[in-house]
């Protein structure tokens, strides 16, 4: 990640975000900076399957470009763009969620595709909290103000109110958008590993 768009991240209180540095050999994702510097080393081993004579590629290269885009609308002040930022989240959430079941699928091809649209607890075995019960607080907390804002969402967009997303909800997506990337990041590494 380049300093300019780490301090871009800074000032929207994402600062916790890395970028998503993936060894192309088994999948993981770099969790520390170390880490990160190590896979885009060449000729460094990655943290899980020791590969060396490659160099990692963002996974996926946008998810810190829609993160700041979330923090963009939150901050504009704007009743309207607030909405967005809470629709922008929600969205978001639900393509990383969608993007770890494909990732799971594919390295688990005994899964059985059933003839409808798969759910989460279908295709890992649990529910989304059920899953990140054991990993760090920001993480274990995420999948409650997924379902907050989720249910904020759902209400505005099918006509029970104009009103319901304030900016309270705006800069809870926007603080929380980083936690979407770090859970897409654990459960990536807990589950979508090939190796
Ligand atoms: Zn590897």
């Known amino acids: ?22 060894c192309p050999e088994c999948n993981y994702i770099a969790a520390t900076f170390e880490e990160e510097n190590s896979l885009e080393r060449r000729d460094s081993p990655s943290p899980k399957c020791s590969g060396v004579g490659y160099s990692a590629g963002p996974a996926p290269n946008n998810y ?5 885009w979330i923090g963009e609308y939150a901050v504009i002040e704007n009743r309207r763009d607030y909405t967005s930022a809470v629709i922008l989240f929600c969205a978001f959430v ?6 770890l079941k494909e ?14 649209r798969l759910s989460f607890k279908h295709v890992f075995g649990a529910s989304l909290a059920e899953s990140v019960v ?22 505005f967009l099918h006509g029970k109110s104009s009103y319901l997303i304030s900016q309270a ?7 929380h958008a980083g936690d979407a990337v770090a859970v897409y990041r654990w459960l990536n590494n807990q589950y979508c590993l090939k190796v």
């Open 103 to 116: 990732e799971y699928l594919a390295i688990h091809p005994e899964i059985r595709l059933p003839n409808r």
């Open 64 to 68: 810190l470009n829609v993160a700041n």
């Open 134 to 155: 054991n990993a760090p607080t920001r993480i274990s907390s995420f999948p409650s103000v997924w379902e907050e804002l989720r249910d904020k969402r759902n209400r």
């Open 169 to 175: 909800d705006a800069y809870k997506a926007m603080d």
């Open 94 to 99: 639900e393509s990383i969620l969608e993007t």
């Open 1 to 22: 990640m380049d300093e300019e768009m780490r301090g871009y991240i800074a000032q929207q209180g994402l600062g916790h975000i890395i970028a998503l540095a993936r």
